[in-house]
């Protein structure tokens, strides 16, 4: 699974042959959160408010790139929050 970026202790990855709506998967220690990629919700997970919460925030910034890399199956690295 391509690791597209890692930020604050977050690590954001695709699979190239998810299932669907189009969602990304971030990995927080111990938590894991499904995000659909449309609507930044958390699908399923235990991720907590504030991991969510700079999740959003990155997703936000690149919610155009997460769509064309699940729609091409081409993944790339982004940056992550500073």
Known sequence: MPVITRFFGIVI??????????????????????????????????????ALKLIREWANKYQEELMDMWNKKEFRKLEGLE
Do not use: Q
């Open 13 to 50: 990855k695709m699979y190239p042959n998810d299932h669907l709506p189009p969602h990304f998967h971030a990995i927080y220690g111990e938590c894991v959160g499904m995000i659909d990629i449309k609507t930044l919700e958390m699908i399923e997970g235990d991720l907590s408010n504030r």
